[in-house]
């Protein structure tokens, strides 16, 4: 095997893990508990389709945590556009609820192998911590938890 082939089969072989959080626009609340079931299949099939392992999913009313492993080639952004569109078109057709629309607010963070345990645990408890915090609240404990600090969005120029 030269080393070509050998840093093929070695990239084969490399995961790497994004913890993503897709927001639910204006407060609204679409994913219900009639849908749980349904709606985690069918976002476990998309992730499938596209190339990701759903290591870990959590239905929230008003966002939708994920845990997923690919591999480094992968182009994440891609597919967090093509969840959006086929998660929108379920919660249309399955719902009493009508059209939602997404939050142009995305959490994602790369996670090591090593966090994976933690991170089960997180999604375990989201339904217990959403009693006592709203999703705002949320938001800046994962910036706390990740020492992230909350930069102001900056627009980016198109090229003519």
């Known amino acids: ?23 639910v626009a204006h407060g609204e609340r679409p994913f219900d508990a009639s849908l749980d079931a349904d709606i985690c299949q069918f976002i476990k099939t998309v992730l499938r389709y596209k190339g990701l392992t759903c290591v870990e999913l959590c239905v929230m009313p008003d966002h939708i945590h994920f ?38 607010r995305l959490w994602l963070v790369s996670k090591s192998p090593a966090d994976i345990q933690s991170m089960r645990k997180y999604f375990f408890k989201q339904a217990e911590y959403h009693i006592h915090a709203d999703t705002e609240k949320e938001w800046n404990d994962l910036l706390d938890w990740e020492e992230i600090e909350e930069e102001a969005p900056t627009e980016i120029a198109s090229i003519d």
Request: charged residues 20%; glycine residues 2%.
């Open 1 to 23: 095997m030269n080393v070509v082939q050998l840093c093929a089969k070695t990239l084969r072989m490399i995961r790497v893990y994004y913890h993503m959080v897709l927001f």
């Open 67 to 104: 845990l997923v492993a690919t591999r480094p080639e992968h182009t994440i952004l891609k597919t967090v556009e093509t969840l959006k569109y086929w998660i929108q078109d379920f919660v249309l057709r399955h719902s009493n609820q009508g059209a939602m629309e997404w939050s142009d």
